[in-house]
């Protein structure tokens, strides 16, 4: 029962689940709790992971796909077929390092566009498996940061309300068709 869940790394023509952009109220409301994991939550976890490959993601949160809970799944190698991916319910930073760093992010949400966003380097994570097992990981680099960026999801945030280059942020979502009037500028202390 402690095995992963096994699912193909593989792009599907039509993926499972619909994601939601930039603007859609859905991306904006706190995701809640999973009271109960289930053959039901493993089954949308199994359909996240198909909608993340199939789009070229390495993280995607429940809210982006219209679904109002705290599921996140992160792959930060999608074609290694011998890394399973990671599945996070109700997942908590529980410390994160004063340490910051800056590295460009993009979100299935908001397609092809790239900035720089400042987070902190590596964080310490509790979480529940699907199985519903209470895990802690520790992480760093690409992962922390993917982690850091769909947690951000659970909680109504979008990676370009943390972009500080306003210049930047205005001339790439003018550029892909986005509303400015869309961001929701945060500072590091949010």
């Known amino acids: 029962m402690n095995q992963n869940l096994v699912i193909e790394k593989e792009k599907l023509e039509n993926p499972p689940l619909d994601i939601h952009y930039l603007g859609d ?6 995701a809640k709790r999973v009271a109960k ?17 199939s ?6 949160a ?28 109700n ?3 529980k410390r994160i390092s004063k340490d910051l760093c800056v590295m460009e992010e993009g979100c299935l949400s908001i397609p092809q566009v790239f900035l720089e966003v400042i987070r902190p380097r590596t ?6 498996d699907e199985y519903g097992k209470q ?10 940061r993917v982690i850091q960026h769909e947690i951000d999801h659970l909680n109504g945030v979008l990676f370009v309300d943390r972009v500080q280059n306003n210049f930047a942020l205005t001339e790439e979502l003018n550029k892909k068709g986005f509303s400015v009037s869309a961001v929701k500028p945060i500072t590091m202390n949010n």
């Open 25 to 30: 109220k859905v991306l904006r409301q706190p």
């Open 37 to 53: 994991i289930d053959d039901s939550i493993r089954e949308l976890a199994k359909e996240m992971l198909q909608t993340m490959y």
């Open 55 to 60: 789009e070229n993601g390495i993280g995607l």
């Open 62 to 89: 429940a809210p982006q796909i219209g679904i109002n809970k705290q599921i996140i799944i992160v792959d930060c190698q999608p074609d290694n077929p011998d890394t399973p991916p990671m599945i996070l319910i």
């Open 91 to 93: 997942p908590e930073i």
């Open 123 to 128: 964080i310490e994570v509790s979480y529940k």
């Open 135 to 144: 895990r802690k990981i520790k992480a760093m680099g690409l992962l922390s």
